[in-house]
Structures are given as structure tokens and as C-alpha cells.
């Protein structure tokens, strides 16, 4: 008989649901976790939450794998064989704090600079920069160096905000979408919804990408760029708008420092400077008195086209006179990029004129009046509706800075800055460009027992502001803030082991890092990493890192190569904070922030990371973590940490309800029921920008008051626009002999070179080496969206998506070289040679070959199977990149970054290949000897799963 019982369609899965913060990759979407007798059940987005509406990706459903993970670290660690054996005995936690504290004692006693503290994707980079600053050391920095410290400088430098975190295309009202270099995993879910808008609303969207794939997949039209040249044909396109007249002269001389007049002195210490009055703002030429006035004079007309006189008799240009001459010039002309880029002329000139018409042609109008800083009404707000998005893909690049640049520069041309339909800042940006933060740790400002004076990582304004030696020599471990990498305001974590093994500029006794797996996926050079890491004295038989204190929640291939192993919770174990003092998750309409709370209780002997880095503090003594009395100021580690620091009167990690009684916004007194309150809410803040400042914040009276309301900014006072990078041009008087802080003799020609501060396009630093003519093919690699970055090729449910890597082969060379799909190849750089397994593909730019980054697995980590097929069967392209450029002639060779900022230049990689005999990594790079299990973790099931009841089957 048939079963004419009801089907439940909905049953009840838990018996409690909390909120909290994912954190399977770095957009930080609200989640609900449904728990049933103590376990996880389900987890499903927050549909109240501004990041996600309740969207999730498969990442974060696998949320439930992540901590059902068998590679969770179980105890603290010490290591009792040789660094990369994995032998280890477990201790308590006293022991592991008492030897970490040992350890950092001696050093802050004596030089706090040979503490070099270094985290990866641990999104506190608030709290770990003031803990390194309170400790003394400038050895600080985090993952954007070797991630995207171009895109945030190129912008902040530039327009004050950046893509990514700090901004979102217009999705409601853009007609013309343009996303460069965007990997699927990035920022996934927001991007997902915005381009159904998109898709919707009719507007057209173009990916530019040499590969195929996610987003690109979808695009209305992919144009296969040649890695490195996105900068060349944003140029080019620069080359068409201005030659057509289409851009925006009146956003230009109102928003933008284009009609600021450039001293014209060849020879002189004020070449290339801006001309300033007595008071140093810069000067404009007015059209109606016919006189340099200052930029912010009430009435001033300013002239983009003359050639000036000053009243000293000097020459000057206005910034607009001097970027006509340099882009309309034969150079950036579609035909002579065509070859380059791999993109034909017509394509771009139709891709300018489509721009040109979306832009000028189809305005977009909201009737909103607003009122601009300097107290004109506007009755409506009109939008230029070309939006951009880029991310790694040209970041990642050594001439990746000028390439954002150049992105930014076509925005404002255009008038596509936080206007209705375009590029739109979150708050708290804009912020002065650059942001007037400046790094600390000067000679003079390093001292035993003291903290910094500042933060260890900033934005420099002039060699001035460099930390160098009275000699030029680097005051960083890892070389950021010299005359080799000035502007790295994210640090250059890539270099910090090799510096530290060579003692250059000094030697180092602890390397303290969290969350970041420098022996494998995160490294250059790879195998020279862990060479490195094992390398001992002759002299002394002592190794040349003499303490490595290594802090993660599962067992990475960097865990074997710590001394002292201090195991960190998942992130559904604990309480975290997303603050506005380091990576906004708010949108163009409102600021918002959010906290994680711990929903599971940990099953093994484990500490928060930020618990246990809190209490260190107060173990070293230093002030921000001790009381007057010697007492601990934050005994109950990072939760009261969250409600009770104020990094300045009324600003605390958390903007949302602060106060005593939680009735102010942003700026306020510490609220001891602070995250109650979020909790209550759903484990997040959201506070509305009046609609009268949603546009043109950056000039915006609205917005610019209720920014300072917010501590956002000090002063409401406008934000400059900046086409011309004043800060670059001094570094390049420095390389000719002016000023008071001069370069090394070695470092001036690429100072002359490199710091343009008009944008320009250079070829990869490895294109300029032989390098190109015997390694035809470009290599690069992007995170699936399935994966974010080693830990979640690990997961028993995203395994099964993508449990090995492939080399995609253009279909066009696969056919030169006799390859069909599945076939082994050999690819070999100029650093190094593996194999890897094939498969052939159309959409890819013919000289270029990719994989999916981070899943190849070094055998018997992260407590996989030894025959794993990310171990059989995955690799890395890690092992082909040299962290260090070939010798110049003078023998010394630089990072293989940009020289500009110190960015990891991840994908200049070049490569050949050749058709293996034979399948397997056998004679390579790959095939190393499985790591050990650590005491106390036992054997991965065989299957790891997940059962009604809450538990694991």
C-alpha cells in the first residue's frame, strides 16, 4: 500500500542555533550553526548578515569538516629530534609559555629586533601589529606582502581606498563592469550576488584574465591577457580615451590634484615637485585672475592645459599638461601594446569605445542633492557607470604597484570614482592619500624593554620617513621601508627567512609565526626554505634560526620545522573580532564590523592564539598588557580585550555599541556588555551613512562629517585625488643627490627607474633577465573556489572537489608537444624542475600555463594518507620560483618582488615544458619523505564523517 504519510519538507536538525563570523576564507560571511546534542549539524549563511544575506558558498557549509579535521593539533609541542623530522614530545602549557617567554625575555632585554614576528591569514592584524609595537620589535608584518600589498598601496597612494576590502564596484547601477586579475575565492560571495545584479540590470561585464575560469566563465566577454601586461593595456586604453576626448575635464579639476602645477627645473632640488605657497599647499593656475593660487581658494577656475610662469621665475606644468604628454605619445597605442598584451588593437579600441559610451552616454542620475566640501549644493548626484574590480592576479606582479596605478588612473579620468555607478569606497576609507600613518622602528627608536613609538608598518611619504641606517643599511629583517623596497606598507613576509638564515641585515634568535605555512605553499622557493630552516653553523652546530615558535590549529608541513609547537582552536572555538582597525566587511551604504563566539567547546588541550599571544604580553611585561600595579590587564585573555582596548580615547576594535550603556556608535567608552549586544544582534554592527553622503565621499560634506562623528577621520576635510604620486618623485631627487637622506650608489638608477610618479609599464623583472628567451611560457596559479589557501584542500568535503591538481595546457601547445589529456609533463624554470599531470584546455592565453594553487600536499601532513592524491598526484609551482632575482652586475641580487612596494612576485613566473616518459613525482622536488604524526594524533579514519546525532561515524 502506498505511504500516505506527510513528508516533513522542513525537519528540525538541532536543537540550538548560534551566530557567528565564518572563516573558510577571507570574506567573513555571517553564519548560523546548527548544533545538536553538542556537535554541528548544519551550517547555513546568516540571511540578516550585510556581507552575505544569508549566501554560502561550498567552503563555508564545509565549515562542519574543518573541524572535524583528524590534522587538529591536540597539545603543545617540543620538538626533541632534528627540525623537520616531526619529532616531538607534548607538554603543558606552562612549559610551552614558560619556554616562549624565556625566549622573547632575552630578547627584548637586549635587542627587541631579533624577535621577527610574522602571521599569515590570521585577520587580527590589529591586535598582532600593536602587540609587536608593544614589544619593540619592527620584524612585524603579515600576509599582504606576499598577497596584494600592491592593490592596497597602488590605491591608498593613489585615491585614497583600494579594491578588495576597501571598496565595491556600484553593482545596482554600473553598465560597464571590468574585473582584472579576480580569482574566484576572493571576496566570493558579495561578488556573486553583484554580478547577478549585474546580469539583470543588462550591463555588460568584461574579465580581464589569462585564464578562463569562475567568474571569467560567465563574463559577457574574456579578454586572455598575457600575465604582467594588464598595466600596458589600461594605458593603452588611457591612450584612446584621451586622444577621443572622452573624459571627465570638470571631476578633474574639482576632485583630483590634475590642474596642481609640477615645477618644471630639471637639475634642481624641486624638479617634479608641486609648487606650493608659503603655507605649502600646492598652487593652480587660476584662469580668471591668470595667477597661481592656491588649490583651495574660494572661486578658483583652474587651467589643465598651460604652461605657467611663477612669480620666482620657475616653470611649471599642470599634472593634467604632464600625463597628456606622456600617454598620448606612439607607446601606448593599441598597436604597439597589441603584440604584448595578447590582446589585438581593434579589441582594445572597441573595449575604450564601449567604455567611453557607458560612460559619457549613459550617465546615471540619482536625484539626491548633496553639498561638497567646499559648500556648493549639488541638486542630483551623476555617475560615470564604469565600475573596475581587481585583485591578485595584476598585484602579484613586479610591476604590479604601477599597474594598479594605472587602473586608478583610468578611473578618474573617467570620473568613475565613488560616483553612482562606479568604484564606491567602504568606510572607514576614504582616508588621506596616502594615509598619514608612518612605519616606526628608526635607528633611535628600537630600544631593549621599550615598545615603539608607532605601529611597525606604515605608509612612507619621503626618503625621510624610510628605517634605514645613517649608512642606508635596512633596519628591518625582512628589507621593507629601505631603499630596496620603500614603499612596502605591508611588510615583505616572503623574504623574511631567507634574510634571517643569511643574518642580512642582522642575525635574528626568534621566528614567531602564526598561521602561515612559510615550509610549504606560502614559501618562494620551497625547498631552499626548508634548507634553510634546518641549516646549522659549522662553526657552532647550532642553526642558523636559532628558535622557531610556530602557532596553528592543524598539523601544516610548517608544524615538523618548529621548536615549540603552540596549537591554536578552530575558528568555531573561540572569540575573534573583524574590526574596522584592519580589514573593513561593511558596504559603499554603511560601516559594519563583527566578532566570532565560540559555539564549540575544544575536545583537545588547545588556547585561542590571541589568548595565549595576550598572555604573553603580560608574561614579557609589556605595557599594553600590564596594569601599573604589575597585575594582568586582560586576565581574561582576547574577549576582554575586545570590549576593554582603546587604541585612542573612545576607539576600540569594536565600533558598535559602545559607551557605558551602548548608545554610541563608533567613538565611545568601553561597554562591558559590548558583545552582548552583538551577540544579540547576530554577531554583528551595521550603522547607516545618511543618503546624502552615500556618493562622492571623498569630497562629500555629509559623508566627511559623519566620518569624523564616526573617528573615521580627524578633520572632515576632503580627499585629494591623486594622479600624480608627489611621494615617488622624491624618492627619484634622492637617486640625483637631493636631500638629507640619500641611497646607496647601488640603489639610484632603479630609484631613477621605478618611481614614476605618473604610472608607466615595465616588463616583469624576470622578463628582463635571459630568463624569457629560454623559458618561452608563463606559469601562474589561482585558488579554486572550492579551496582558500592549505587548509581547505585538507577538508574530507572539499577534497572531493578538487583532491589533486592539474597543469592546464593551452590547447594550441599541446598539439606542438603530442599531448593528450592525463599525460605527464616536465616543467622546469630557471630555479628548479618537477612533473606534474596535464589536462588540455581552450580557454587559457596561449602562452600560459596554470594550476590550482595550495592543494598539493607534502606526504603524511596535515595527517593525510602517505599515498594522498595530493601527494601523488598534487604539486606546487612553489618549487619553480626563486625568491631572489638573478645577480645584477654588481653582483648582489634583489627579492623578486616589486621594487616599489617589496610585493611577492608571485606570477613572473617562466617556464618550459617537455612531455614526461613516466607518471610520478619520482627524482623531483616533490618526492620528500613523509612527515611522522605528532604524539597524541591518531590515525585518520578512513572516512571522516558526520552522523545524526552530533558525532563523528
Given at each position: 500500500m502506498p505511504d500516505d504519510r506527510p513528508i516533513d519538507l522542513s525537519p528540525k536538525v538541532s536543537d540550538e542555533i548560534r551566530t557567528t563570523t565564518c572563516y573558510m576564507c577571507a570574506c567573513r560571511c555571517g553564519i548560523r550553526v546548527h548544533l545538536k546534542d553538542g556537535g554541528i549539524r548544519y551550517i547555513e549563511g546568516n540571511p540578516d548578515h550585510p556581507i552575505?544575506?544569508?549566501?554560502?558558498?561550498?567552503?563555508?557549509?564545509?565549515?562542519?569538516?574543518?573541524?572535524?579535521?583528524?590534522?587538529?593539533?591536540?597539545?603543545?609541542?617540543?620538538?626533541?629530534?632534528?627540525?623537520?623530522?616531526?619529532?616531538?614530545?607534548?607538554?603543558?602549557?606552562?612549559?610551552?609559555?614558560?619556554?616562549?617567554?624565556?625566549?622573547?625575555?632575552?630578547?627584548?632585554?637586549?635587542?627587541?629586533?631579533?624577535?621577527?614576528?610574522?602571521?599569515?591569514?590570521?585577520?587580527?592584524?590589529?591586535?598582532?601589529?600593536?602587540?609587536?609595537?608593544?614589544?619593540?620589535?619592527?620584524?612585524?608584518?603579515?600576509?599582504?606582502?606576499?598577497?596584494?600589498?600592491?592593490?592596497?598601496?597602488?590605491?591608498?597612494?593613489?585615491?585614497?581606498?583600494?579594491?578588495?576590502?576597501?571598496?565595491?564596484?556600484?553593482?545596482?547601477?554600473s553598465r560597464f563592469f571590468m574585473m582584472f586579475g579576480v580569482a574566484e575565492d576572493h571576496d566570493s560571495n558579495p561578488i556573486k550576488i553583484g554580478l547577478s545584479k549585474l546580469r539583470a540590470n543588462g550591463a555588460?561585464?568584461?574579465?580581464?584574465?589569462?585564464?578562463?575560469?569562475?567568474?571569467?566563465?560567465?563574463?559577457?566577454?574574456?579578454?586572455?591577457?598575457?600575465?604582467?601586461?594588464?598595466?600596458?593595456?589600461?594605458?593603452?586604453?588611457?591612450?584612446?580615451?584621451?586622444?577621443?576626448?572622452?573624459?571627465?575635464?570638470?571631476?578633474?579639476?574639482?576632485?583630483?590634484?590634475?590642474?596642481?602645477?609640477?615645477?618644471?627645473?630639471?637639475?634642481?632640488?624641486?624638479?617634479?615637485?608641486?609648487?606650493?605657497?608659503?603655507?605649502?599647499?600646492?598652487?593652480?593656475?587660476?584662469?580668471?585672475?591668470?595667477?597661481?593660487?592656491?588649490?583651495d581658494s574660494d572661486g578658483v577656475v583652474p587651467d589643465l592645459r598651460e604652461t605657467v610662469t611663477l612669480p620666482d621665475g620657475r616653470q611649471a606644468k599642470p599634472v593634467f599638461y604632464l600625463l597628456a604628454e606622456k600617454y598620448l605619445t606612439a607607446e601606448y597605442a593599441p598597436e604597439a601594446v597589441a603584440e604584448r598584451t595578447g590582446l589585438p588593437a581593434d579589441t582594445i579600441r572597441r573595449i575604450a569605445a564601449e567604455i567611453a559610451e557607458a560612460a559619457f552616454s549613459q550617465t546615471v542620475v540619482i536625484e539626491q542633492p548633496w553639498t561638497d566640501w567646499r559648500g556648493v549644493r549639488h541638486e542630483r548626484m551623476v555617475g560615470r557607470p564604469v565600475a573596475l574590480h581587481a585583485m591578485r592576479g595584476i598585484s602579484a606582479h613586479s610591476n604590479g604597484f604601477h599597474t594598479c596605478r594605472a587602473l586608478h588612473l583610468l578611473q578618474m579620468l573617467l570620473g568613475a570614482i565613488d560616483s553612482p555607478g562606479s568604484f564606491r569606497y567602504k568606510p572607514p576609507f576614504p582616508q588621506s592619500a596616502p594615509p598619514p600613518v608612518k612605519p616606526a622602528g628608526k635607528p633611535g627608536q628600537v630600544n631593549p624593554r621599550q615598545p615603539l613609538p608607532g605601529p611597525p608598518l606604515g605608509f612612507v611619504q619621503g626618503p625621510e620617513d624610510l628605517l634605514v641606517g645613517p649608512d642606508g643599511k635596512p633596519q628591518r629583517i625582512d628589507k621593507a621601508f629601505s631603499w630596496e623596497n620603500p614603499l612596502s606598507a605591508h611588510g615583505l613576509m616572503h623574504m623574511v627567512i631567507?634574510?634571517?638564515?643569511?643574518?642580512?641585515?642582522?642575525?635574528?634568535?626568534?621566528?614567531?609565526?602564526?598561521?602561515?605555512?612559510?615550509?610549504?605553499?606560502?614559501?618562494?622557493?620551497?625547498?631552499?626554505?626548508?634548507?634553510?630552516?634546518?641549516?646549522?653553523?659549522?662553526?657552532?652546530?647550532?642553526?642558523?634560526?636559532?628558535?622557531?615558535?610556530?602557532?596553528?590549529?592543524?598539523?601544516?608541513?610548517?608544524?615538523?620545522y618548529a621548536d615549540l609547537v603552540l596549537p591554536d582552536t578552530t575558528y568555531l572555538e573561540r572569540w575573534d573580532c573583524i574590526s574596522l582597525l584592519d580589514r573593513p566587511i561593511g558596504s559603499a551604504e554603511a560601516a559594519a564590523d563583527a566578532i566570532r563566539q565560540p559555539v564549540l567547546t575544544p575536545d583537545r588541550d588547545v588556547r585561542p592564539f590571541q589568548d595565549?599571544?595576550?598572555?604573553?604580553?603580560?608574561?614579557?611585561?609589556?605595557?599594553?598588557?600590564?596594569?601599573e600595579d604589575g597585575s594582568e590587564k586582560f586576565p581574561e585573555g582576547y574577549k576582554q580585550y575586545i570590549t576593554q582596548h582603546q587604541r585612542k580615547p573612545g576607539i576600540g576594535p569594536l565600533a558598535g555599541w559602545r559607551g557605558e550603556n551602548g548608545d554610541a556608535q563608533g567613538v565611545g567608552a568601553p561597554n562591558p556588555n559590548q558583545l552582548d549586544r552583538y551577540i544579540e544582534n547576530g554577531c554583528f554592527w551595521r550603522h547607516d551613512i545618511p543618503e546624502e553622503g552615500h556618493y562622492f565621499k571623498f569630497a562629500n560634506q555629509a559623508y566627511l562629517d559623519w566620518a569624523?562623528?564616526?573617528?573615521?577621520?580627524?578633520?572632515?576635510?576632503?580627499?585629494?585625488?591623486?594622479?600624480?604620486?608627489?611621494?615617488?618623485?622624491?624618492?627619484?631627487?634622492?637617486?640625483?643627490?637631493?636631500?638629507?637622506?640619500?641611497?646607496?650608489?647601488?640603489?639610484?638608477?632603479?630609484?631613477?627607474?621605478?618611481?614614476?610618479?605618473?604610472?608607466?609599464?615595465?616588463p616583469p623583472l624576470e622578463d628582463e633577465t635571459r630568463t624569457a628567451d629560454d623559458f618561452p611560457l608563463h606559469a601562474v596559479s589561482q585558488r579554486p573556489m572550492a579551496m582558500y589557501h592549505s587548509w581547505g584542500s585538507q577538508n574530507a568535503w572539499l577534497r572531493q572537489i578538487h583532491g589533486h591538481n592539474v597543469l592546464f595546457v593551452p590547447e594550441s601547445l599541446a598539439q606542438e608537444l603530442e599531448l593528450k589529456a592525463d599525460d605527464w609533463v616536465w616543467v622546469e624554470?630557471?630555479?628548479?624542475?618537477?612533473?606534474?599531470?596535464?589536462?588540455?584546455?581552450?580557454?587559457?592565453?596561449?602562452?600560459?600555463?596554470?594550476?590550482?594553487?595550495?592543494?598539493?600536499?607534502?606526504?603524511?601532513?596535515?595527517?593525510?594518507?602517505?599515498?594522498?592524491?595530493?601527494?601523488?598526484?598534487?604539486?606546487?609551482?612553489?618549487?619553480?620560483?626563486?625568491?631572489?632575482?638573478?645577480?645584477?652586475?654588481?653582483?648582489?641580487?634583489?627579492?623578486?618582488?616589486?621594487?616599489?612596494?617589496?610585493?611577492?612576485?608571485?606570477?613572473?613566473?617562466?617556464?618550459?615544458?617537455?612531455?614526461?616518459?613516466?607518471?610520478g613525482f619520482e627524482e623531483t622536488a616533490l618526492k620528500r619523505k613523509a612527515f611522522k604524526r605528532p604524539p597524541g594524533m591518531p590515525r585518520a579514519p578512513e572516512t571522516v564523517a558526520y552522523g545524526k546525532k552530533g558525532g563523528k561515524r
Amino acid at each position: 500500500m502506498p505511504d500516505d504519510r506527510p513528508i516533513d519538507l522542513s525537519p528540525k536538525v538541532s536543537d540550538e542555533i548560534r551566530t557567528t563570523t565564518c572563516y573558510m576564507c577571507a570574506c567573513r560571511c555571517g553564519i548560523r550553526v546548527h548544533l545538536k546534542d553538542g556537535g554541528i549539524r548544519y551550517i547555513e549563511g546568516n540571511p540578516d548578515h550585510p556581507i552575505n544575506k544569508g549566501v554560502l558558498c561550498a567552503k563555508g557549509s564545509a565549515g562542519i569538516m574543518h573541524q572535524e579535521s583528524p590534522a587538529k593539533l591536540r597539545k603543545p609541542l617540543k620538538r626533541v629530534g632534528p627540525r623537520g623530522s616531526g619529532e616531538f614530545e607534548e607538554i603543558e602549557w606552562d612549559e610551552a609559555l614558560g619556554i616562549a617567554t624565556g625566549w622573547l625575555s632575552a630578547i627584548r632585554n637586549e635587542d627587541p629586533r631579533k624577535l621577527a614576528f610574522f602571521t599569515g591569514r590570521d585577520q587580527s592584524q590589529s591586535l598582532t601589529a600593536w602587540w609587536a609595537s608593544q614589544f619593540g620589535t619592527p620584524n612585524f608584518a603579515a600576509h599582504g606582502g606576499f598577497c596584494s600589498v600592491n592593490m592596497a598601496a597602488g590605491g591608498l597612494y593613489s585615491i585614497g581606498g583600494s579594491f578588495w576590502e576597501f571598496g565595491e564596484p556600484d553593482w545596482e547601477h554600473s553598465r560597464f563592469f571590468m574585473m582584472f586579475g579576480v580569482a574566484e575565492d576572493h571576496d566570493s560571495n558579495p561578488i556573486k550576488i553583484g554580478l547577478s545584479k549585474l546580469r539583470a540590470n543588462g550591463a555588460k561585464f568584461v574579465s580581464v584574465n589569462p585564464v578562463r575560469t569562475g567568474y571569467s566563465a560567465i563574463a559577457d566577454e574574456w579578454l586572455p591577457i598575457t600575465p604582467g601586461s594588464d598595466g600596458l593595456f589600461a594605458l593603452s586604453l588611457v591612450h584612446e580615451l584621451l586622444s577621443a576626448g572622452k573624459i571627465d575635464k570638470e571631476f578633474l579639476k574639482s576632485y583630483t590634484n590634475a590642474p596642481w602645477l609640477v615645477i618644471d627645473a630639471p637639475g634642481s632640488s624641486s624638479h617634479g615637485l608641486f609648487a606650493r605657497d608659503a603655507d605649502g599647499k600646492p598652487l593652480v593656475w587660476d584662469q580668471k585672475q591668470a595667477a597661481a593660487l592656491p588649490w583651495d581658494s574660494d572661486g578658483v577656475v583652474p587651467d589643465l592645459r598651460e604652461t605657467v610662469t611663477l612669480p620666482d621665475g620657475r616653470q611649471a606644468k599642470p599634472v593634467f599638461y604632464l600625463l597628456a604628454e606622456k600617454y598620448l605619445t606612439a607607446e601606448y597605442a593599441p598597436e604597439a601594446v597589441a603584440e604584448r598584451t595578447g590582446l589585438p588593437a581593434d579589441t582594445i579600441r572597441r573595449i575604450a569605445a564601449e567604455i567611453a559610451e557607458a560612460a559619457f552616454s549613459q550617465t546615471v542620475v540619482i536625484e539626491q542633492p548633496w553639498t561638497d566640501w567646499r559648500g556648493v549644493r549639488h541638486e542630483r548626484m551623476v555617475g560615470r557607470p564604469v565600475a573596475l574590480h581587481a585583485m591578485r592576479g595584476i598585484s602579484a606582479h613586479s610591476n604590479g604597484f604601477h599597474t594598479c596605478r594605472a587602473l586608478h588612473l583610468l578611473q578618474m579620468l573617467l570620473g568613475a570614482i565613488d560616483s553612482p555607478g562606479s568604484f564606491r569606497y567602504k568606510p572607514p576609507f576614504p582616508q588621506s592619500a596616502p594615509p598619514p600613518v608612518k612605519p616606526a622602528g628608526k635607528p633611535g627608536q628600537v630600544n631593549p624593554r621599550q615598545p615603539l613609538p608607532g605601529p611597525p608598518l606604515g605608509f612612507v611619504q619621503g626618503p625621510e620617513d624610510l628605517l634605514v641606517g645613517p649608512d642606508g643599511k635596512p633596519q628591518r629583517i625582512d628589507k621593507a621601508f629601505s631603499w630596496e623596497n620603500p614603499l612596502s606598507a605591508h611588510g615583505l613576509m616572503h623574504m623574511v627567512i631567507t634574510n634571517a638564515w643569511k643574518g642580512d641585515p642582522y642575525p635574528v634568535d626568534t621566528l614567531f609565526l602564526y598561521m602561515a605555512n612559510m615550509a610549504w605553499n606560502s614559501a618562494m622557493n620551497t625547498g631552499g626554505t626548508v634548507s634553510m630552516l634546518t641549516d646549522k653553523d659549522p662553526e657552532t652546530g647550532e642553526y642558523r634560526i636559532p628558535h622557531v615558535i610556530y602557532s596553528d590549529a592543524f598539523y601544516s608541513e610548517t608544524v615538523p620545522y618548529a621548536d615549540l609547537v603552540l596549537p591554536d582552536t578552530t575558528y568555531l572555538e573561540r572569540w575573534d573580532c573583524i574590526s574596522l582597525l584592519d580589514r573593513p566587511i561593511g558596504s559603499a551604504e554603511a560601516a559594519a564590523d563583527a566578532i566570532r563566539q565560540p559555539v564549540l567547546t575544544p575536545d583537545r588541550d588547545v588556547r585561542p592564539f590571541q589568548d595565549v599571544l595576550i598572555h604573553l604580553g603580560y608574561r614579557l611585561g609589556l605595557p599594553g598588557m600590564t596594569n601599573e600595579d604589575g597585575s594582568e590587564k586582560f586576565p581574561e585573555g582576547y574577549k576582554q580585550y575586545i570590549t576593554q582596548h582603546q587604541r585612542k580615547p573612545g576607539i576600540g576594535p569594536l565600533a558598535g555599541w559602545r559607551g557605558e550603556n551602548g548608545d554610541a556608535q563608533g567613538v565611545g567608552a568601553p561597554n562591558p556588555n559590548q558583545l552582548d549586544r552583538y551577540i544579540e544582534n547576530g554577531c554583528f554592527w551595521r550603522h547607516d551613512i545618511p543618503e546624502e553622503g552615500h556618493y562622492f565621499k571623498f569630497a562629500n560634506q555629509a559623508y566627511l562629517d559623519w566620518a569624523k562623528s564616526m573617528g573615521f577621520m580627524t578633520e572632515a576635510a576632503p580627499v585629494v585625488l591623486q594622479l600624480y604620486v608627489e611621494p615617488l618623485q622624491k624618492f627619484r631627487l634622492a637617486a640625483d643627490g637631493h636631500g638629507d637622506v640619500l641611497p646607496p650608489e647601488r640603489e639610484r638608477e632603479r630609484l631613477r627607474r621605478y618611481f614614476d610618479p605618473l604610472p608607466f609599464w615595465y616588463p616583469p623583472l624576470e622578463d628582463e633577465t635571459r630568463t624569457a628567451d629560454d623559458f618561452p611560457l608563463h606559469a601562474v596559479s589561482q585558488r579554486p573556489m572550492a579551496m582558500y589557501h592549505s587548509w581547505g584542500s585538507q577538508n574530507a568535503w572539499l577534497r572531493q572537489i578538487h583532491g589533486h591538481n592539474v597543469l592546464f595546457v593551452p590547447e594550441s601547445l599541446a598539439q606542438e608537444l603530442e599531448l593528450k589529456a592525463d599525460d605527464w609533463v616536465w616543467v622546469e624554470s630557471r630555479h628548479g624542475k618537477i612533473k606534474a599531470p596535464t589536462k588540455i584546455m581552450q580557454g587559457v592565453n596561449a602562452k600560459t600555463v596554470w594550476t590550482w594553487n595550495a592543494i598539493g600536499k607534502r606526504a603524511g601532513a596535515w595527517n593525510l594518507d602517505k599515498d594522498a592524491p595530493e601527494s601523488t598526484r598534487g604539486f606546487l609551482l612553489n618549487h619553480l620560483i626563486d625568491e631572489l632575482l638573478p645577480e645584477q652586475g654588481s653582483g648582489y641580487r634583489y627579492a623578486a618582488s616589486d621594487p616599489v612596494t617589496g610585493q611577492a612576485a608571485w606570477y613572473d613566473l617562466r617556464v618550459r615544458i617537455k612531455k614526461a616518459e613516466k607518471p610520478g613525482f619520482e627524482e623531483t622536488a616533490l618526492k620528500r619523505k613523509a612527515f611522522k604524526r605528532p604524539p597524541g594524533m591518531p590515525r585518520a579514519p578512513e572516512t571522516v564523517a558526520y552522523g545524526k546525532k552530533g558525532g563523528k561515524r
